[in-house]
């Protein structure tokens, strides 16, 4: 049963270009909504997150959209940078049903200079 | 501080031969994860311990698959009579406690079964 679906697969955006990753689920328990991050040969590290009593969360060039009628959630980057190349993953998480994060297939985000 | 540490960083084994990967959590995280990163499954869910007890080990894919956690700290992931298949990068996380929202990943173990 696939709990977590993330589009797309991959993504290339040009130097100063908006990237959008989108995260939709089914676990309806799902009370935490982190993006990590992850470069070649590293751990994902949590790069922004979300709770569901609010619909949007900025941090700097990251913002996080919440549709909570929807069970979807996104991930905004504006700006982007070669720097943001890596590879993205939603991992929502509930903390009554377990405390595992439920990651999406990942998201490969290229950002060409 | 020091992250989460895990060792070795590669290890290439035979099939059918058993191996041992150690994580070192964050000092005082009492929660403790292990996950596995394979091309075509991504990131999946093995085992979690709060302390040295293992309320969840659902996503252990065989009973060729244990791990262990001693003294709330150090904790070790075996795989006997290791396939093809548990080619994967092994990574561990720590977080403070069962509730706490982020967990902090080590490098991971690149796992090559030949």
């Known amino acids: 049963q696939q709990q977590v679906k993330q589009s797309p697969q991959s993504l290339i955006v040009q130097k100063g270009g908006i990237s959008i990753i989108n995260c939709a689920y089914e676990?309806?328990?799902?009370?935490?909504f982190p993006w990590y991050q992850q470069f070649p040969g590293k751990g994902p590290a949590l790069l922004i997150a979300?709770?569901?009593?609010?619909s949007e969360k900025k941090e700097g060039r990251f913002t996080i959209s919440f549709n909570k009628s929807a069970k979807q959630f996104s991930l905004h980057i504006m700006d982007s940078q070669p720097g943001d190349s890596a590879t993205y993953f939603c991992a929502p998480w509930s903390g009554t049903s377990g405390s595992r994060l439920t990651f999406g297939e990942g998201t490969q985000l290229t950002v060409n200079p | 501080g020091a992250g989460v540490s895990q060792s070795p960083s590669n290890k290439v084994t035979e099939k059918g031969k058993d191996v041992e990967l150690r994580c070192d959590p964050i000092?005082?995280?009492?929660?403790l994860y292990w996950y596995r990163q394979s091309l075509g499954q991504g990131l999946e869910f093995l085992i979690y311990?709060?302390?040295?007890?293992?309320?969840?080990k659902s996503g252990l894919p065989s009973d060729r698959f244990s791990a262990e956690r001693t003294g709330g700290s150090v904790s070790t992931l075996t795989i006997q009579r290791t396939q093809q298949e548990d080619s994967a990068v092994y990574l561990c996380a720590s977080s403070s406690n069962r509730l706490a929202t982020e967990q902090f990943f080590g490098p991971g173990t690149r796992l090559t079964v030949l």
């Open positions: 311990f709060q302390g040295n007890s293992a309320p969840d």
């Open positions: 676990n309806t328990a799902f009370d935490y």
């Open positions: 979300i709770r569901p009593d609010v």
């Open positions: 000092s005082g995280h009492t929660a």
